[in-house]
């Protein structure tokens, strides 16, 4: 069965496990989600639900988003999110998906927007090794240094790493396993660390890889 819900980061912790091993992992507060939209090969071309989650005052929400909820009699909700599946789905619009659609042991990819950087050189960015800081270095120990050939190109070649805007991208990290589920609290945890801060929208979906 294929799984989907969308959540907010809580945080990193700590866990043991049955050997009395740490086990470290990211809190999620999953769901609860509702149905807004189920799409079917025979309509749209392709199998895939739309998932709400997140309440919000419908004045905070633009005529579109607001009427695609008042269609379906529906609640506002803040965040859409589409999740493509490979096959029909025994979910329907309306329907509520909680935390406890995943189970201990389901292993998920989350996808988020990572941390924003702003603008970083290319040792941080790339992890570009610095100069020697003796023997006449010169206060360039942190630059870029040489941009490639000289006469020929005579121009610096597309894909060359240098400073620039970092982090803020959509990240997925795949694979990780379900340590635990609390159904009551709508938590779940991960093991390892996802992308984006704490309080930021990440998206939980059965992994693609088959382990």
Not at 38 to 53: H, N, R, S
Not at 57 to 79: D, F, Q, T
Not at 85 to 102: E, M
């Given at each position: 069965?294929?799984?989907?819900?969308?959540?907010?980061?809580?945080?990193?912790?700590?866990?043991?496990?049955?050997?009395?091993?740490?086990?470290?992992?990211?809190?999620?507060?999953?769901?609860?989600?509702?149905?807004?939209?189920?799409?079917?090969?025979?309509?749209?071309?392709?199998?895939?639900?739309?998932?709400?989650?997140?309440?919000?005052?419908?004045?905070?929400?633009?005529?579109?988003?607001?009427?695609?909820?008042?269609?379906?009699?529906?609640?506002?909700?803040?965040?859409?999110?589409?999740?493509?599946?490979?096959?029909?789905?025994?979910?329907?619009?309306?329907d509520i998906v909680k935390a406890d659609i995943f189970g201990e042991g389901d292993r998920v990819d989350v996808t988020g927007i990572s941390k924003g950087k702003g603008f970083a050189g290319t040792i941080k960015r790339w992890n570009g090794q610095r100069t020697p800081t003796t023997h006449g270095?010169?206060?360039?120990?942190?630059?870029?240094?040489?941009?490639?050939?000289?006469?020929?190109?005579?121009?610096?070649?597309?894909?060359?790493?240098?400073?620039?805007?970092?982090?803020?991208?959509?990240?997925?990290?795949?694979?990780?396993?379900?340590?635990?589920?609390?159904?009551?609290?709508?938590?779940?945890?991960?093991?390892?660390?996802?992308?984006?801060?704490?309080?930021?929208?990440?998206?939980?979906?059965?992994?693609?890889?088959?382990?």
């Amino acid at each position: 069965m294929q799984k989907a819900i969308i959540g907010r980061k809580v945080g990193m912790t700590q866990l043991f496990d049955e050997a009395g091993k740490v086990v470290p992992v990211t809190i999620i507060e999953a769901g609860p989600c509702v149905v807004t939209q189920k799409k079917t090969v025979e309509k749209e071309g392709y199998c895939a639900i739309q998932l709400g989650f997140g309440d919000v005052n419908e004045r905070k929400l633009s005529k579109g988003e607001a009427g695609h909820l008042k269609k379906n009699s529906l609640p506002m909700k803040k965040h859409l999110k589409e999740f493509r599946f490979d096959g029909d789905t025994a979910l329907n619009v309306g329907d509520i998906v909680k935390a406890d659609i995943f189970g201990e042991g389901d292993r998920v990819d989350v996808t988020g927007i990572s941390k924003g950087k702003g603008f970083a050189g290319t040792i941080k960015r790339w992890n570009g090794q610095r100069t020697p800081t003796t023997h006449g270095g010169g206060p360039v120990h942190r630059h870029a240094g040489s941009m490639g050939a000289n006469s020929t190109p005579s121009r610096i070649m597309k894909g060359k790493k240098m400073p620039g805007h970092m982090g803020a991208e959509q990240v997925t990290i795949q694979n990780l396993d379900v340590v635990k589920v609390d159904p009551e609290l709508n938590v779940i945890a991960v093991r390892g660390a996802i992308p984006g801060p704490k309080g930021g929208i990440v998206f939980l979906k059965n992994t693609v890889k088959n382990v």
